[in-house]
């Protein structure tokens, strides 16, 4: 009797759901129920316009005071229990795939009207050393998924932007540290300065907190000559 390779596998390793470790089926990294959070999670958002925070979950004074050097934020999630399990799987595991995943998967989710007017999507850089260390940048995967399913002439520019020396994590900082530990971080390629002067631009996160390190990309794009600046990231925090 034949048996597929895959299923012999499948027997002997059985996929398992990276959030809640119960037997996959069809999805390679979401079981169904936790397929269904994020679904719900991203529907019942009634996000800020501006700071894309959930005002369901926080008050949000942006509309009196908007100080930030781009325009609007876009978050697809909340970051809850179901976000912080995959991203800690496509940040710390090694799943690189995963982040592609998410934005392709997702990207759909994103209102055309975010992208009106834009003309190039541009990651968060990771620093050389961190990056190699861990072999590849989550946001420039995330990034790359989204430009997969976003089709409408927004143009992706991976190396556009470069993070100038190593920063702290910012997971445990306060807002006043977590500005001051990025200030002056970022600069534009001064091979990719003619590429960007004039363009409105798509900064592209993972996880938006404070919005100190998307703020200093924008600032390092504006100086080089960029008009608007939006930035879309896979959660806010």
């Known amino acids: 009797m034949k048996f597929p390779i895959n299923n012999i596998i499948d027997l002997a390793f059985p996929r398992i759901c990276i959030v809640c470790r119960e037997k996959l089926s069809t999805d390679k990294w979401l079981c169904a129920k936790c397929i269904e ?33 781009f325009e609007s934020i876009y978050s697809l999630f909340d970051f809850d229990d179901t976000i912080k399990a995959i991203v800690h799987e496509f940040k710390y595991g090694g799943k690189k795939r995963l982040a592609f995943d998410m934005g392709k998967a997702f990207g ?87 590429r960007v002067s004039g ?4 900064i592209i996160d993972d996880i938006v907190t404070t919005a100190a390190t998307t703020a200093e990309c924008a600032r390092a794009l504006l100086s080089a000559g960029c008009g608007k600046i939006r930035v879309l990231s896979l959660a806010r925090d």
Not at 42 to 69: D, V
Not at 129 to 142: P, V
Not at 199 to 202: C, S
């Open 37 to 69: 959070n994020l679904e719900n999670n991203s529907a019942y958002r009634e996000a800020c316009p501006l700071c894309g925070q959930n005002r369901q979950l926080r008050r949000c004074t942006c509309e009196y005071h908007w100080p930030q050097p």
């Open 108 to 194: 759909e989710a994103v209102p055309a009207s975010f992208f009106e007017g834009m003309d190039a999507m541009v990651p968060v850089p990771l620093h050389f050393f961190r990056s190699l260390k861990r072999g590849y940048n989550q946001a420039d995967h995330f990034a790359r998924g989204l430009a997969r399913c976003r089709k409408e002439g927004i143009a992706y520019m991976p190396d556009v932007l470069v993070r100038k020396r190593i920063t702290k994590s910012q997971t445990k900082l306060s807002r006043s540290v977590r500005q001051a530990n990025v200030a002056g971080a970022f600069a534009v390629s001064k091979r990719k300065k003619d």
């Open 199 to 202: 363009k409105n631009i798509i």
